[in-house]
């Protein structure tokens, strides 16, 4: 009985590629394309476990953070100065009402006027 797996390579197999590829590369570049390949396993595995990415993403996070701080302060500035602004202060205006009005005067004692 025989029996087949899909999809797995069995010890034949592999002893097969492994002698193919001898025989294309020789016994001289296999050191070289062993390293070659640990390296791109190597650098992909550093580059998908690490959290770079993440503390990227904190840094960006906390600059933008800043920056709204920032941009806020200065809102509520430019919303006190508009708050004081006022027309009447702005060009110096008084109130021309109260000035109109001025005090009457009272009449004087009729013995004061008779003098």
Not at 59 to 65: G, L, R
Not at 93 to 103: F, G, L, R, S
């Amino acid at each position: 009985m025989v029996s087949y797996t899909c999809g797995w390579i069995g010890g034949y197999e592999l002893i097969l590629i492994l002698v193919v590829v001898l025989l294309l590369f020789g016994g001289r570049k296999l050191p070289e394309l062993a390293r070659g390949i640990g390296k791109g396993i190597r650098d992909f595995r550093k580059a998908t476990e690490e959290n770079d990415l993440a503390k990227d993403i904190k840094d960006v996070a906390s600059e933008i953070n800043e920056v709204k701080k920032s941009v806020t302060s200065e809102i509520k500035e430019v919303k006190k100065d508009v708050e004081n602004l006022n027309p009447k202060n702005a060009f110096n205006v008084k109130d021309t009402t109260a000035q109109e009005k001025k005090p009457e005067k009272k009449p004087e004692k009729e013995s004061e006027k008779e003098k």
